[in-house]
């Protein structure tokens, strides 16, 4: 049985979320994964999940900073307008190739944020999400 029920993906690559997909999967971190490459899309899904049922909203998102349209910044800026009945819940990890010191320090200082990981995800990262973040 896996870690958890689902996860989402927020990145504009779309080769790193099929590779981050895989990995999750292999390592049977979750029963299901969805990606979005557009932060709107997935707001949007997300929005939908907490309007309908928020046991089935993903216990954790995986987001990127730099992207097109809306940006990691603005999708948590409305993320943070969802119900908290849903959002509780969940757990927001920022996993970014940025490497400006000032990025990972405003990630670490918002609230909504658990953790900032550098790309790529690995399964190292996974097991310090279980031993750190998820109650078992």
């Known amino acids: 049985m896996s870690t958890l029920k689902k996860v989402v993906l927020i990145d504009d ?30 707001l949007q899904y997300l929005q939908k999940q907490s309007d309908e049922d928020t046991s089935h909203f993903p216990e954790l998102i995986f987001l990127d900073i730099n992207m097109p349209g809306m940006d990691g910044w603005s999708f948590i800026d409305e993320y943070r307008k969802l119900p908290k009945q849903a959002t509780s819940s969940c757990c927001l990890f920022m996993l970014s ?7 990972i320090l405003t990630a670490k200082s918002n609230d909504e944020v658990k ?14 999400i279980r031993e750190e973040y998820i109650s078992g």
């Open 13 to 42: 690559d779309q080769v790193n979320n099929f590779v981050c997909e895989s990995i999750i999967r292999n390592e049977k971190f979750a029963d299901e994964v969805i990606s979005f490459e557009w932060a709107e899309d997935a």
């Open 115 to 128: 953790e900032f990981f550098s790309k790529p995800l690995s399964p190292e990262i996974l097991d310090i």
């Open 97 to 103: 190739s940025a490497v400006d010191r000032k990025d």
